[in-house]
C-alpha cells in the first residue's frame, strides 16, 4: 500500500512583478490578472492549489496591487493572505518580506503568470510525492526546453539520475528550464540574506553547493507567457488541445 502524500498546506504566490515585456497589456493591469481562456493567469495558479489541498496562500503584490487584492476579495479557497510590497522586493525578498505569514513547515511558491496542464498526476502532488526534507532544502518543477512552449533560452539547470540540479555555466545550455512552481523549506530565506530585494537564485545556489536542491521533470504541459506575442501562441495551442483541461 502506497502512502498518502502530504502536499504542504501553505504557498507562497509570487504576483508583484511589473510585467513590462507584457506591455501593452499591463499599462492597466497587473500580468497576473492577464486572462488566459477567459480567466485570469492568476486563477488558474490558485485553482490548482485548491486542488491539491492547499489551505492558505499568500499572494504578494506591488504593480497596481489593488487590483489584485479587489479580485481575490471574494475569494474563500485556499483562503487568501495579502503580502503588499512598497518597493518590489524580486522573488526572494518578497518571500522573506512574507514569512512571519509563511509558518516555518515547508511550502509552496508558485509564480503567478506561468501556466500548466498536468499529465497523468498532478504535478503538485508529484513534487509532495518526491520531496525528501532530510535530503532537500527545495524541490523545484523543472520543464524541458524541447518541450516548452513560448519558451526560447538558453534553460537554467542540469538534472542527474537522482533529480540533484546544477546550474548551467555562462554561454553554456541546459536541458531544463525551471517551470515557476517549487516546494522550499522558508528558514532558507532567513539565513545570511539581504535586507530588501533579491532574487530565490541566491537560495537556491547555497542549496546546490550543499547538495540540495532537486528537481523532477514535468510531465505535462506548459506554456511561457512572457510577451502578447506569447500569450496569442499559448491561447492558440490551448484552444487546438488544452481547452477541457484548463477550463474546469
Not at 496591487?65 to 487568501?80: E, K
Not at 503568470?113 to 535530503?135: C, K, S, V, Y
Not at 555555466?169 to 517549487?182: D, N, T, Y
Not at 532574487?199 to 542549496?207: F, P
Amino acid at each position: 500500500m502506497s502512502l498518502p502524500v502530504s502536499v504542504p498546506t501553505t504557498a507562497m504566490v509570487l504576483a508583484a512583478g511589473l510585467g513590462l515585456r507584457m506591455r501593452p497589456l499591463t499599462l492597466d493591469r497587473p500580468k497576473p490578472l492577464i486572462p488566459i481562456l477567459g480567466k485570469p493567469l492568476l486563477d488558474h495558479a490558485l485553482d490548482r492549489l485548491a486542488d491539491a489541498g492547499v489551505e492558505r496562500a499568500v499572494v504578494n503584490n506591488h504593480y497596481l496591487g489593488g487590483m489584485i487584492v479587489d479580485h481575490l476579495a471574494d475569494r474563500r479557497t485556499p483562503a487568501i493572505v495579502h503580502s503588499p510590497e512598497d518597493r518590489q522586493l524580486e522573488t526572494g525578498g518578497g518571500i522573506k518580506q512574507a514569512l512571519p505569514l509563511l509558518g516555518t513547515a515547508p511550502i509552496l511558491t508558485v509564480n503567478a503568470d506561468i501556466l500548466w496542464l498536468d499529465g497523468p498526476t498532478p504535478a503538485l502532488r508529484r513534487l509532495a510525492r518526491f520531496w525528501d526534507p532530510e535530503r532537500m532544502d527545495a524541490l523545484l518543477l523543472m520543464m524541458a526546453t524541447t518541450k516548452s512552449a513560448g519558451y526560447d533560452g538558453p534553460g537554467d539547470y542540469h538534472m542527474d539520475p537522482l533529480g540533484r540540479l546544477t546550474r548551467r555555466a555562462e554561454r553554456e545550455l541546459a536541458p531544463f528550464v525551471f517551470a515557476g512552481v517549487q516546494i522550499v523549506k522558508p528558514e532558507l530565506f532567513a539565513r545570511d540574506t539581504p535586507d530588501g530585494a533579491f532574487s530565490t537564485n541566491r537560495i537556491w545556489d547555497r542549496a546546490q553547493e550543499a547538495g540540495r536542491l532537486y528537481g523532477i521533470a514535468h510531465d505535462g504541459l506548459w506554456y511561457h507567457i512572457g510577451t502578447p506575442d506569447g500569450l496569442t501562441e499559448c491561447e492558440e495551442l490551448l484552444a487546438i488541445g488544452g481547452v477541457r483541461a484548463v477550463a474546469h
